[in-house]
């Protein structure tokens, strides 16, 4: 069998180079290429590495790797599982690789949960190379939906407690789920007192004019929109932030109004802790001043 070769990868190294962080790249040693296709909508890269396990990677651009997705998938799951008093029903767009759906499912309220992804792709790659994340695609309480996100939306109104947007960065397929119309179909298709989290608000250190309009495009939706971030070192500058944005004008998102004991946070989360969440919240003074 030929060995996979890609044009990311030189001597031996992958190159995470992008216009959306310009004068900066991440590198990561390559023991092997696993897998390489160019699905209907984007490149799809799989890859050993040296220190960081499996990664998957679209369009050139890192979206997992197995020693630090949990804690961008708990994050982005607990923040807005936690702001909600019982959150039964749940939607997922994005999140092909299944560690969201992983994490909503640690919660026990949860009825249902709905993924959509518009790339088959992924689904499969992460079922076949990623099965610590995939594993929450095969719950029980899980369907999964394959399309575009913004349409699904369209014929659902008042019917989830939850939605997380766990997109890709929004150059490429995901570009509909960073604008102002689909934060709209969120609204609409949340509950009362609803929660959404979304990625769509990326790095502080490099983003902080999008990140701003976003946050005003939420306020001009959601009566509560707050800025939180991780940590997380294969993203770029080591961060990504979420956008939390709540239809209970009375709810205050950046304490958790439900949690776990201390032994049941260190049994399901590596992460996540009732302390971080609200610790995610605390923003630098530049970052403040500039989404206020």
Known sequence: MAEITHPSIVDGWFREINAMWPGQALTLKVNQVLHHEKSKYQDVLVFESSDYGTVLVLDGVVQCTERDEFSYQEMITHLAMNSHPDPKSVLVIGGGDGGVLREVVKHKCVESAVLCDIDEAVIRVSDKYLP????????????????????????????????????????????????????????????????????????????????????????????????????????????????????????????PIRSWSQDEEESLCRYYNKEVHAASFVLPTFCRKKIR
């Open 132 to 255: 610590a994340m995939a594993v929450g695609l095969k719950h029980p309480s899980v369907t999964t939906h394959i399309g575009d996100g913004f349409q699904f939306l369209r014929d659902r109104k008042n019917e989830f407690d939850v939605i997380v947007t766990d997109s890709s960065d929004p150059d490429g397929p995901a570009e509909s789920l960073f604008q102002k119309p689909y934060f709209q179909l969120l609204h609409d298709a949340l509950k009362e007192g609803g929660v959404i989290t979304t990625q769509g608000s990326e790095n502080q250190w490099l983003h902080l004019p999008l990140i701003a309009s976003l946050v005003k495009s939420c306020k001009e939706i959601f009566p509560v929109v707050e800025y939180a971030y991780t940590t997380i070192p294969t993203y770029p500058s080591g961060q990504i932030g979420f956008l939390v944005c709540c239809k209970d004008a009375k709810r205050d998102v950046k304490k």
